[in-house]
């Protein structure tokens, strides 16, 4: 299901937008959702990666329990591997 979203920007964006468009014999709207999907996936990533953090250091705080630096290490490769793969996605 799709639905019709009315956005304002200024003049320059709406330009180049329908230049791409034009160009790549797509409509507007599909070259949006190329382009913003994966910026879309990326900014939730990182909010998820924040939130994640967020709540360790409030766990740390309540209780003064802590991981050791492998349990770290692996937080921080899961947390590259998500933006690994958001980043894969926005190159194809």
């Known amino acids: ?29 599909a070259v949006l959702e190329a382009v913003g999907t994966p910026a879309i996936e990326s900014a939730e990533a990182d909010l998820l990666f924040e939130a994640e953090a967020l709540a360790a250091w409030e766990e740390y705080e309540l209780t003064g329990t802590h991981f050791p630096a492998e349990a770290v290490d692996a937080l921080f490769v899961t947390a590259h591997r998500r933006a690994t793969v958001v980043a894969a996605n926005r190159n194809t």
């Open 1 to 29: 299901m799709s639905r019709q979203l009315n956005l304002r920007v200024n003049d320059e964006f709406a330009e180049r937008l329908e230049r791409l468009a034009r160009r790549l014999g797509r409509p507007m709207a």
